[in-house]
C-alpha cells in the first residue's frame, strides 16, 4: 500500500465518534439493531488493527506502559464481560495526553487519555466512561454510519473523518478541517451522533450496572464535566465536545437511577496505583517530588501509600534510587502489596547494586501475583541482563505457553535467542510480535530471513517453513478480500 493511501486507510479506520449540535436524520437506522451492516467484523478488527499499529509507531502521546495498560485491560475486561458481545475482542490502551477523553475504534480498540483517569474521583466514574465507550462498539456505530455513508464520495468522506481524527484532542482543528468536507457528507456523519450517543448511555448503564460498579456514577462524572463548561467557555473538555452531552441525557440517566438501591463500591488499589504514577509522570521529576511530598506532609493523601508510590515514582524518575527504595520499604512494611510496587521496589534495589536481591523480589512477587505482565516482563529482563540466558529461556518459553497473543513475549523471546547466536529462532519469535502487532508483510520478512540462517536444523527449518506458507496463504486471502 502506498503512503497516501495508508494514510487515508489509516484515516478512515481512525473514524471516531465526535458529536455536534446537527440534528438527527428522519431516516435513521432502528438503534440498537446492528443487522444488515455490510462491513464484516473481522474487517473491522483488520481496520482496527492497522491502526492501532500506526499508533504505537507513530503516535507521540501513545504511552508504552505495561502496567497502566494491564490496569485499563483488566477494568475494560470486567465491563465486556458484563456487555452485550462478551466475546467481542477489546483492547485498551492509554494515551500520556492532558486531555478529558476516550475513544472508540473499529476492532473493539479503545484509547483513554491519561487527563481523563486523572480527573475522575472514583473507579467508577473511569468505569461509566469506558462502558460507554464499549457500547459504541458492541452496538457497530462506526460501521453503521458507514453503512449510511454508501452515497458519499471517498473524498468528501476522508475529510470529514480527518475532521474526526483531529477532534481527538483538539476539537477547534476538527472545525477548521471541517470546512473542507461537503455539507452533505458532514450531515450525513454527523446526524447519527446524539442517537448514538443516548443508545450508548442505555447500553453503558446496562453494563456498569452488571459488573457490579456505582451507576450513579456516569451521570455524576457527565454532570461534573457539563458544569466545568461553564469556566471553559468556548474551551470545553474534548470529551464533551466529541461526545454532545445536554441535559436530556443527563436526566435519561438520573431516571434510571432511581429505581436502583444503592451501592457503595470501593476502588480497587491498582487505581489508586496508576492515578498515581500517571500524576508522577507530570511535569518536571522535581515538580512531581514536590507534589507529593506536599501531599504527604499536609496530609491531604488519601490513600497514604498511593501518594508514597507517588513520591517513588518521582524519585526514580531522578535516578534516585535510595530514597525511591525506602520510601518503597515504609509502603511495603503497611502491607500495601501489588504488582506495581513490587516491580519498582525491585528495580530500585537493581539500580543500587543489588541484582540478586531484585530478582528475590521479582520472584516472589511472581509466585503472589503470577498474570502481573509488566513483573514477567521485568524478570526476564533482569536473567537477560545478568548473563542467565538459558534460565531466562525456559522462563520465558514458558510463558509463551501460557500467554501466546503476548508480542511483548515474542520481543524477549527474540534478544534472549539473539544474545544466545540462536538467530533462526530470533527471527521466528520476531515473526510472531509482529504479526500480532498486524504487520503480517513484516512478520513474513522475519520468517524469509529465518530461512537463510545457515546451520539451522532440520526440525527448526520445517517449522520455519510450515508457519511462512501458513502466512503467506493468510496474506493471499486478506488480498482478496480487500
Sequence with gaps: MGKANRIAALILAALMLAGSPVQAQSDLPELGDAAGVDLSLRTERRIGQEIMDEIRQREPSYLDDPEIEAYLNQLGGRLVAASPEPGLGFYFFPLQDPMINAFAMFGGYVGVNSGLILAVQNESELAGVLAHEISHVTQRHLARILEKQKQVSTASLLAMAAALLAARSN??????????????????????????????????????EKAGFDVRSMSTFFARLQRATRSYENNAPVYLRTHPLNVERISDMQNREVELPYRQVPDSMDFHLVRAKLQAMRGTPVEAESHFRTLLQEQKAAPVWAAQYGLAVALARQKNWRDAEQVLAEVRGKRALSPMIERLYAESRIHRGDVSGGLAVLKEALGRFPNASALVYSYAELLLQAGRLEEAQR??????????????LYLLQAKVHAARGRFAQQHRALAEAYLLRGQLPAAIEQLEIAQKVKGTDFYELSAIDARLRQLKRRQQDEAKDK
Excluded at 472545525?175 to 448511555?201: I, P, V, Y
Excluded at 447500553?203 to 456498569?208: A, D, N, R, S, T
Excluded at 522462563?395 to 511483548?408: E, G, K, M, N, P
Design 395 to 408: 522462563f520465558l518459553d514458558a510463558q509463551v505457553q501460557r500467554t501466546s497473543q503476548d508480542d511483548r
Design 171 to 208: 476539537a477547534d482543528l476538527a472545525g477548521a478541517a471541517m470546512t473542507s468536507a461537503t455539507a452533505g457528507a458532514a450531515q450525513a456523519q454527523l446526524g447519527f451522533s446524539r442517537d448514538f450517543e443516548r443508545e450508548a448511555d442505555r447500553v453503558g448503564f446496562q453494563i456498569l
